[in-house]
Nanobody, 124 residues
């Protein structure tokens, strides 16, 4: 059974950093595109970042503006989201997602598997 487990969330002051991780099991994740999404209270889920199946390509939401970096380790079963210069508006539950087709989509509907999410809270 496919499982994605996020970790690394927490409370941080504005301007601080956090590193989120998403560990995958139960599938051939080396060939999956992986994405990070977030959902703030009262708002719709939004795309944050995505990385290609072998890690060669990544892209980000415009709102990230160079502050976050998505990466995946060599076994490609763990995806990280390094977040710097955090702002209160980054506060949300962050989810990782996996797309077996490897399409590298900004649309959450393109992802078949989702983690339970990890809370990130940025205080001002």
């Amino acid at each position: 059974q496919v499982q994605l487990v996020e970790s690394g969330g927490g409370l941080v002051q504005a301007g601080g950093s956090l590193r989120l991780s998403c560990t995958a099991s139960g599938g051939t994740f080396a060939s999956y595109a992986m994405g990070w999404f977030r959902q703030a209270p009262g708002k719709e889920r939004e795309f944050v970042a995505a990385i290609s199946r072998y890690g060669g390509n990544a892209y980000y939401a415009d709102s990230i503006n160079g502050r976050f970096t998505i990466s995946r380790d060599k076994p490609r079963t763990t995806v990280h989201l390094q977040m710097t210069s955090l702002k209160p508006e980054d506060t949300a539950v962050y989810f990782c997602a996996a797309d077996p087709s490897g399409r590298l989509s900004r649309d959450g509907r393109g992802y078949d598997y989702w983690g339970q999410g990890t809370q990130v809270t940025v205080s001002s």
